[in-house]
Nanobody, 115 residues
């Protein structure tokens, strides 16, 4: 089992920045990929950024150049640095880990971009 806990969400003005954190615990030794996803009411959860064990990173087109995913193996943390935030970035952001073909999800953290 893998446990994931997100933090760092909140209210920010357009153009501002936030850094989300995801703390991983449990059977993390065999995680092969992690990512950030987001969801708004009435819409499907969508991929924001993804990093695999080989260090290959991918981003949704809507966040390229603004968001940066990173990880710290020493502390079992995953981060999402979000810059130049837009109102359309408002969503609940979830951390996901993949292990042996199974996905684990955190409970999410709300990001609201509004003036």
């Amino acid at each position: 089992q893998v446990q994931l806990v997100e933090s760092g969400g909140g209210l920010v003005q357009p153009g501002g920045s936030l850094r989300l954190s995801c703390a991983a615990s449990g059977s993390i030794f065999s995680i092969n990929a992690m990512g950030w996803y987001r969801q708004t009411p009435g819409k499907q959860r969508e991929l924001v950024a993804h990093i695999n064990k080989g260090g290959i990173i991918s981003y949704a087109d809507s966040v390229k150049g603004r968001f940066t995913i990173s990880g710290d193996n020493a502390t079992n943390m995953l981060y999402l640095q979000m810059n130049s935030l837009k109102p359309e970035d408002t969503a609940v952001y979830y951390c996901k880990a993949g292990r042996y073909g199974r996905d684990y999800w955190g409970k999410g953290t709300l990001v609201t971009v509004s003036s």
